[in-house]
Structures are given as structure tokens and as C-alpha cells.
């Protein structure tokens, strides 16, 4: 197996990828993004306040109550082998 190294900067890139046109609660968007913010805290060591300020200058703008909830979607979701998880986050992981 080929370890693939990225950054935070790479994982803030592709959050600013996901941005759908519209806002959205959406369980596609919402799966990815979670995704993607449990990487910067958990991975990168990101405050959820510094994730936040990712998400500052967009017409997303969310609050840390929101990232701390989100952080830990993913891990639930992973537990419980909820395959439509996996499947929103297959092209991302």
C-alpha cells in the first residue's frame, strides 16, 4: 500500500472544492465536509476555531457549535458501517 502525503492546505483546498452553488443540508456535501473537517482536527490538530475561519470568507460561514458536532460525524458514521458514508467520502479517501 502507497502512503499519500498531503497537508492541511490540501485538506482546505478540496474543502473549498466541495462547495455546492447553493446551501445545502444535503447528506452528500454534509458527509464530505464533516469528513474533511474530522481530518484538520483530528490529523492537522486544527482548533475549531481555526476551522472555522476556513469556512470565514465563503457564503458557508459556520460557527464552532457546528465544527464540533461535525468533527465527529464521521467516526459514528464509520462505527455504525453506514455505507452511504462511505460511499459520499469513497473519492476523497
Not at 43 to 69: A, G, P
Amino acid at each position: 500500500m502507497i502512503e499519500e502525503k498531503y497537508t492541511a492546505q490540501d485538506i482546505i483546498n478540496e474543502l473549498e472544492l466541495i462547495f455546492p452553488k447553493y446551501k445545502t443540508r444535503k447528506r452528500p456535501y454534509l458527509d464530505r465536509r464533516n469528513y474533511l473537517m474530522c481530518i484538520l482536527y483530528y490529523k492537522f490538530r486544527y482548533s475549531e476555531e481555526m476551522i472555522t475561519d476556513c469556512f470565514k470568507n465563503t457564503k458557508f460561514k459556520i460557527d464552532r457549535s457546528t465544527v464540533s458536532l461535525a468533527k465527529r460525524q464521521p467516526i459514528k458514521l464509520a462505527k455504525l458501517n453506514d455505507i452511504s458514508f462511505f460511499i459520499n467520502v469513497a473519492l476523497l479517501y
